[in-house]
């Protein structure tokens, strides 16, 4: 019976072992550099329309090693997330993408907030055409400030035509701050939708 028991512990310990192996051949992992030039080479795929092999380059950065820093993870996320709507996209999985790049994390702790925000007007475009876009951001006229208590504001407009929700990050990298952390250059009205629009990259995608 001792003879039984010990038998079936060394089993086990073998099992357990080939276990640990073969989770350790298989589950290679990549480190930072590897993460980024998967991303750059899915990011040419689907430039080359090559879904499938940009899927799979997205797959082998999303379990690459970004390091100890958070806005490493954060940032190699975002451009992940960014080429997978893109993907979307071309697909023609309009909503998705728009679902996808709304629920983006990382945003503004290391991912790019303005390419998240134009790729969601480059979204709308491509699901309503870009002139009914253009024409249904001239009618907005109430802007919503969300005010984070981790100082991430964003803003909010409600796009009728399109039964849209615009949320964009409060992020303005080319110009000044003042002492209140106020925009000095352009001058800002901050109850005017496209005045605020001044201020970011996706500006000139809405210009009719």
């Not at 109430?142 to 803003?155: A, I, L, P, Q």
């Not at 009728?160 to 303005?172: C, G, H, I, N, Q």
Request: contains cysteine.
């Amino acid at each position: 019976m001792m003879y039984q028991k010990s038998t079936l512990i060394s089993l086990k310990n073998i099992l357990l072992i080939t276990f640990c192996l073969a989770l350790f051949s298989c589950g290679k992992r990549y480190d930072h550099d590897d993460g980024h030039a998967f991303i750059k080479s899915a990011r040419e795929a689907v430039q080359q329309n090559d879904l499938a092999l940009a899927e799979t380059y997205l797959d082998k950065a999303s379990n690459s090693n970004y390091g100890f820093c958070g806005n490493s993870w954060a940032g190699a996320k975002g451009n992940i997330t960014l080429i997978q709507a893109e993907i979307l996209n071309k697909k023609k999985k309009h909503d998705e993408a728009l679902q996808l790049l709304e629920a983006m994390n990382g945003c503004p702790l290391g991912a790019d907030c303005n390419k998240r925000d134009s790729l969601k007007i480059e979204t709308l475009f491509l699901k309503h055409g870009k002139d009914k876009v253009v024409k249904a951001f001239q009618s907005v006229s109430t802007v919503r400030k969300n005010v984070n208590e981790n100082g991430f504001d964003s803003y909010s407009v409600y796009v009728e035509e399109l039964a849209y929700t615009f949320t964009f990050a409060e992020s303005f990298p080319d110009y000044k701050f003042d002492e209140n952390d106020r925009v000095i250059n352009p001058k800002i009205d901050y109850n005017n939708f496209f005045s605020i629009l001044k201020a970011y990259n996706f500006d000139a995608l809405l210009e009719d």
